[in-house]
């Protein structure tokens, strides 16, 4: 048990209030799920009505750790100058929150593939891990999530989760997420469903949601057709070139999956200027359920992820690891936000 309480409060005066341990003082206040639910809400309480405080300078010098973690964003071409991926820039709230939660500080700066970004970090104490948001080329990047590895660098990635991953990933069921858009379509009477997407190993996430929209073509007994889909990356341009292509090649379509909402609005900008509408001619559907997908003109039906939940278990998985307990990768589901862009044809 705790000791009485006096002077300024103290993790040994919660102790005492709570009628336990200081250690398991300790462990709820850093947010530990070894301390039961009940327990860690009682020591809040209490910690609250005292008006303490973590010393985090005190902290910090007992575990060698500096309760600080750091958010590297890969640089992404983007319209505005911010170079960080939409979809990533509102996961940043939910990281933060969850940092927030477990008294942690954040660092927030860009990976960089030609910078030995980690240096700054982890080897300078700087911070006790790192939270990786984006890629790139999958096949180039995984050498250096081998190489921060092998280092002995802690960190949890945003990506496609598989055996090979380095760290541990957390991402959507990319699978699952493209057949419920594959099936959703397949349901409004569309039968030439083209993807707009690189669809192999350097971009797993896309290939894997491709995968998805296959199996449920598959399904429904409709076959695949290998000419519809159109290699892009995530950017308004790269969706409306891809379209362009797939307009150009004449081959027949009367819908598009986007392998996510930025190559699906350039998509919906090259169908209107060929005279194509949508959803009457030709339905579409994104990935990601950005900010600017229901503003769209119709507004886009998408797969959202879980960006609440995918912040909670970044921060949770770079804990585990810096506190060497094991946690797999884990996959989270997908959820169909149905609007106009993929209504049945008239």
């Given amino acids: ?3 009485k309480p006096t002077g300024r409060p103290t ?3 919660i102790a005492y209030e709570a009628g336990v341990s200081q250690p398991t003082v ?6 530990d799920k070894s301390v039961s639910a009940k327990t860690r809400a009682k020591i809040e309480a209490i910690a609250r009505d005292l008006n303490y405080t973590v010393d985090k300078n005190a902290s910090s010098l007992r575990s060698q750790r500096s309760n600080t973690i750091a958010l590297l964003f890969f640089e992404d071409p983007t319209p505005d100058e911010s170079m960080i991926n939409p979809f990533f820039l509102a996961m940043l709230g939910s990281i933060t929150r969850a940092c927030a939660d477990r008294g942690l500080d954040l660092l927030i700066s860009f990976q960089r593939m030609e910078d030995d970004w980690h240096v700054q970090y982890q ?10 948001l984006g890629y790139g080329d999958y096949t180039k990047y995984r050498e250096r999530m081998d190489q921060l590895a092998r280092q002995g660098t802690q960190f949890t990635r945003w990506g496609s989760v598989s055996s090979d991953s380095s760290g541990v990933t957390i991402g959507t069921d990319n699978v699952a997420a493209g057949k419920l858009a594959g099936a959703h379509l397949v349901e409004q009477g569309r039968k030439r469903i083209a993807f707009l997407g690189h669809a192999d190993d350097h971009y797993p996430e896309f290939a894997g949601r491709y995968r998805g929209l296959c199996d449920a073509l598959d399904e429904a007994g409709l076959g695949v057709d290998p000419a519809l889909q159109f290699d ?3 950017t308004e341009e790269e969706g ?15 819908a598009i999956f986007a392998a996510s909402d930025l190559i699906a609005i350039g998509a919906m900008r090259a169908l209107a200027e060929a005279g194509r509408r949508v959803p009457d001619d030709v339905a579409v559907v994104g990935f990601d359920d950005i900010p600017a997908a229901s503003l769209t003109t119709p507004p886009l039906t998408t797969v959202m992820q879980d960006i609440r939940g995918a912040g909670q278990a970044l921060v949770e998985g770079l804990i585990a690891q810096i506190e060497d307990r094991d946690l797999p990768p884990r996959k989270l589901p997908g959820k169909l936000v149905v609007r106009a862009s ?5």
């Fill in 240 to 254: 409306h070139a891809a379209a362009q292509a797939l307009l150009a090649s004449g081959t027949a379509f009367d």
């Fill in 123 to 132: 080897d300078s104490h700087r911070a006790d891990g790192l939270i990786l």
């Fill in 342 to 346: 993929s209504a049945a044809p008239r």
């Fill in 26 to 31: 300790s462990r709820a206040l850093r947010g």
């Fill in 232 to 234: 892009a990356l995530t």
């Fill in 11 to 13: 993790s040994f005066d």
């Fill in 1 to 3: 048990m705790g000791r």
